[in-house]
């Protein structure tokens, strides 16, 4: 007898991984399953090939797992379905579509609007953070779970790049389908415009490929159409560039006094006519806030009061430190302006200082929980008079807290030179988009925080074009298509109806929900005609070998 055969399969990974999985099963009853409609035997059927694990209510890690990066969501599912390979994701879903319940896909859980998790099943695809780059093809392939602390440091050996989110812990997945704006996106695009193409699990169990030859209308739906929409994203292949050491810098200007206040509206003039729409190079790429600090001068340990109000403008210069600081000068001489820090370093090391140097944005002390938070999005594409600017300053300083958080990603560049029609993305008129993050700790003082956002929506009517970034979604924001797809609209819903014919996916904001009446009909006309070919076109399901 071969017991080492025999010893090896009955020890595998696979039967403890089968046994685990069986004595949760027998441990949560059948109260769960019976909640969420499924019968054992469903349960059953996966265990043979799947590869993840499974998390019920008395787990002791579910309320951990659970949990959303922000904690205003309080989301209890009653099952968390972790996938570790591809066909996890096709038998998780299998098993989603047999309980009547609604289920939510989550990779980072980082959206604003709490979209990443629900009552039902929650599918959990942040596993999947595989990397592969070549660095002669100059592509990567990278898992929908990746996230970008990873993604960043698995590119950084080959010098290669590609814009990406500011926070280490966001990922790939919804990040790329709302668009991607990073600190080098007025360079090289917003993320899903580098996009090469995607794979992508359908609600009919079925895994295709999307890319411009090939299911061309998925790809250009799932490049701005949010994520959830159309189907799991599975993985994502960029192309790259490479990227030397980039110079980055950090100016602020104090908002303490009347003359200070005129000293920054002259500051917001001057980025406006030289920086925004008329930058002096795409090179430039620059974010400006109004942000609560300790002081203009960094040091540790953070003194925890007093705070004071700022106007901050920092940014990144494609290239060297000498025709980086040649472009900023003009900033730097203005009145009232003090030049924080400069520097000429590899990317991720600048990424880094940007947020936190010398204090991060919004600034809390160390050790401090993680605040519950609120955030709107206004994107702009005029100029705003003096008066406006001033409007927008003296507002932010009747902040109920110091920790609000009024922050400018600029536009222009390579984001806006994007063909209008390329993608479901279609903020390409933008000059920056505004947005106003409030946070509290207590139920006290939410009220007054979230009266502070909704008074900031007010004040920026007048002010925006009627679009809002939709990686920034926020629940009660009212005619949520028009702001986040504008005349891509029909496009999308065409799309929707070919690969989601059921809608199986849905949620508050999805393109068409489940079970609600849109009386607009969607139809051909209006959508481009390479567009209209595609969506006409049977659908390519992957081969695979």
Not at 100 to 106: A, E, G, H, K, M
Not at 294 to 319: C, D, F, Q, S, T
Not at 508 to 531: H, M, N
Request: glycine content about 10%.
């Amino acid at each position: 007898m071969n017991y080492g055969v025999e010893m090896a399969h009955v020890h595998s990974k696979k039967r403890i991984r089968e046994a685990t999985l069986l004595a949760q099963l027998a441990a949560c009853g059948d109260e769960p399953l019976t909640r969420l409609g499924l019968r054992r035997e469903d349960l059953m059927a996966m265990l043979p090939t799947f590869r993840g694990t499974i998390v019920f209510p008395d787990d002791p890690n579910y309320n951990t797992d659970r949990m959303l990066f922000n904690p205003v969501f309080d989301p209890y599912p009653m099952m968390i379905i972790y996938c570790v390979v591809n066909s996890d994701v096709q038998l998780a879903l299998m098993l989603a579509k047999v309980t009547p319940r609604p289920f939510t896909v989550r990779s980072g859980g980082h959206c604003t609007a709490g979209f990443s998790a629900g009552s039902g099943i929650l599918i959990d695809v942040s596993a999947l953070n595989d990397v592969y780059v070549d660095p002669n093809a100059l592509f990567a392939t990278v898992g929908c779970g990746c996230n970008f602390g990873k993604f960043r440091a698995a590119l950084k050996p080959y010098g290669l790049h590609v814009p990406g989110g500011e926070c280490d812990d966001v990922c790939i997945g919804g990040y790329m389908q709302g668009g991607g704006y990073g600190f080098t996106s007025v360079t090289l695009g917003m993320n899903s415009d580098n996009v090469i193409s995607m794979r992508v699990l359908l609600a009919n169990g079925q895994i295709v490929n999307a890319s411009a030859t090939e299911n061309y209308d998925l790809w250009w739906a799932m490049r701005g159409g949010t994520g959830g929409s159309f189907g799991i994203l599975l993985n994502v292949t960029y192309k790259l560039v490479p990227l030397g050491d980039v110079f980055g810098w950090a100016i602020i200007w104090p908002l303490s006094s009347g003359s200070e206040m005129n000293q920054a509206a002259l500051a917001l003039n001057v980025l406006q006519d030289q920086y925004m729409a008329t930058a002096p190079s795409n090179n430039l790429n620059i974010q400006v806030s109004l942000c609560y600090q300790p002081g203009i001068v960094g040091g540790l340990p953070l003194p925890p009061a007093p705070m004071y109000p700022y106007l901050m403008v920092r940014g990144v210069w494609v290239g060297n430190a000498v025709d980086g600081q040649a472009a900023i000068q003009t900033l730097c001489n203005l009145p009232g302006a003090t030049t924080q820090w400069t520097r000429e370093t590899d990317f991720d090391t600048l990424n880094e200082s940007l947020l936190n140097v010398p204090y991060g944005m919004p600034c809390f002390a160390e050790g401090t929980p993680m605040p519950k938070e609120d955030k709107a999005s206004r994107i702009v594409a005029r100029r705003l008079t003096t008066n406006e600017w001033m409007g927008l300053l003296n507002y932010f300083v009747s902040t109920p807290n110091p920790y609000s958080y009024f922050y400018m990603e600029f536009y222009g560049g390579a984001i806006n030179a994007y063909p209008i029609t390329g993608s479901a993305f279609v903020h390409r008129t933008a000059l920056f988009n505004a947005v106003l993050d409030v946070f509290w700790w207590t139920e006290e003082e939410r009220a007054p925080s979230q009266a502070f956002l909704d008074g900031w929506i007010a004040l920026m009517e007048p002010l925006y074009n009627g679009e809002v970034y939709q990686n920034y979604p926020r629940l009660n924001d009212p005619n949520f298509k028009s702001k986040y797809w504008a005349g891509s609209q029909n496009a999308l819903k065409l799309v929707k109806t070919k690969y989601d014919f059921n809608t199986l996916f849905s949620f508050a904001q999805c393109i068409v929900q489940r079970g609600v009446l849109d009386e607009d009909i969607a139809t051909p006309e209006g959508v481009p005609d390479e567009l209209r070919r595609a969506i006409e076109a049977p659908i390519l399901v992957a081969k695979f070998g």
